[in-house]
C-alpha cells in the first residue's frame, strides 16, 4: 500500500510518499522548483524492516535499515545539467541482525558511499563496507546504463563469520569486476598469514573461462584453468595441479 501527498506552492512544493511491502516500511520526500534550471532540490529515502528473507525464498535473513538523501551539483554540466537531472549525496544501509551463511542470516553488518547520478550513469564512491568480526571493504563502482565495475579493497576478512565451513582467516587483498552487454570478468587477488588466493575468470554468453584459479599454502598448490558451460550440464573442459594439498588447512572437516 501506497499513499501520497503535496503540499506548498506552483513554485515549490514537497511531495511524499509512505508504503509498506511485506514487513518493511518506506517513505521519500521530494523538494520540487518546476521552474527552475534543476527541479529537484532534494531527495530523501527512508526504510526500515527489510527482510531478504521475505522477499524471496532462499535470501538470506537480515534486518535492514536504508537512508539516502541526494540533491542537485552545482555548476554541473552536460547534457544531464541541461537536462535539469545531476544529483549527488550519500546512502547508508545498516544490518541489525548479521550472520553466517550457513545459519541463514546475512555476513554484512553496514554499507555506507557517496553517490552520483547523473542520466544513466550511477558512480558509488568512498564505498565503505564493514563484515562481522573485523573485516572492512573499501572501494568503488560505476554503472552506465549498458557498462559497469566495481573495485574492492579488503582487510581482515574471518572467512569463519561468513561460514561456519571455513576456518578463521584474516583476508586481505584487492578484487575487480567488470559486466555489461559483451559480458563479465572478475580478477581477484588475496593473501592470509597462512595462504594465498588468486582467481581470473570472464564469462562470455554461455560459458565461463576460468583463466586462472590458484590456491597456495606452504609448500601445497591448488590450480584449475579451462571452461565452464553454464547451462549445458556437465559441459566443461578444466586442467588442473595438486600438489601436497590438504583440504583440513582451509576447512572444517567432519570428525
Same mark, same amino acid.
Request: net charge neutral; aromatic share 6%; glycine share 10%.
Given at each position: ?12 512544493? *514537497? ?21 527552475? $534550471? ?30 539516502? *538523501?541526494?540533491? $542537485? ?18 546512502? *547508508?544501509?545498516?544490518?541489525? /541482525?548479521?550472520? $553466517? ?13 557517496? !553517490? ?12 565503505? !563496507? ?21 573495485? !574492492? ?68 598448490? !591448488?590450480?584449475? *584453468? ?21 583440504? /583440513?588447512?582451509?576447512?572444517?572437516? $567432519?570428525?
Amino acid at each position: 500500500r501506497i499513499t501520497a501527498s503535496a503540499a506548498g506552492t506552483i513554485e515549490s512544493f *514537497e511531495i511524499s510518499a509512505d508504503g509498506g511491502w511485506r514487513g518493511a516500511a518506506a517513505s521519500a520526500r521530494a523538494e520540487v522548483l518546476p521552474f527552475a $534550471p534543476a527541479p529537484l532540490r532534494r531527495l530523501r529515502l527512508d526504510a526500515s524492516g527489510i527482510d531478504p528473507a521475505r522477499i524471496h525464498a532462499g535470501l538470506p535473513r537480515a534486518a535492514v535499515s536504508l537512508h539516502a *538523501e541526494l540533491e $542537485p551539483i552545482a555548476g554541473a554540466s552536460g547534457d544531464s545539467a541541461r537536462d535539469g537531472f545531476e544529483l549527488a549525496g550519500s546512502a *547508508e544501509l545498516l544490518n541489525r /541482525s548479521p550472520g $553466517p551463511l550457513d545459519r541463514g542470516a546475512l555476513p554484512l553488518a553496514r554499507v555506507r558511499t557517496s !553517490l552520483r547520478w547523473a542520466g544513466a550513469r550511477v558512480d558509488l564512491e568512498d564505498v565503505f !563496507l564493514e563484515i562481522p568480526g573485523s573485516g572492512l571493504a573499501t572501494g568503488r563502482a560505476g554503472w552506465d546504463g549498458r557498462n559497469g565495475s566495481a573495485e !574492492l579493497a579488503i582487510r581482515g576478512l574471518d572467512l569463519a563469520r561468513m561460514h561456519a565451513r571455513f576456518k578463521p582467516t584474516r583476508l586481505s587483498g584487492k578484487a575487480r569486476a567488470e559486466f555489461g552487454e559483451a559480458g563479465e570478468a572478475m580478477t581477484a587477488e588475496f593473501a592470509d598469514p597462512r595462504f594465498e588466493l588468486a582467481f581470473d575468470a570472464r564469462r562470455v554468453e554461455d560459458r565461463l573461462r576460468v583463466q586462472r584459479a590458484r590456491l597456495s599454502a606452504r609448500g601445497a598448490e !591448488l590450480s584449475i *584453468e579451462g571452461t565452464l558451460g553454464l547451462k549445458e550440464p556437465n559441459a566443461f573442459d578444466l586442467a588442473g595441479r595438486l600438489k601436497r594439498f590438504d583440504p /583440513s588447512a582451509f576447512l572444517e572437516m $567432519p570428525a
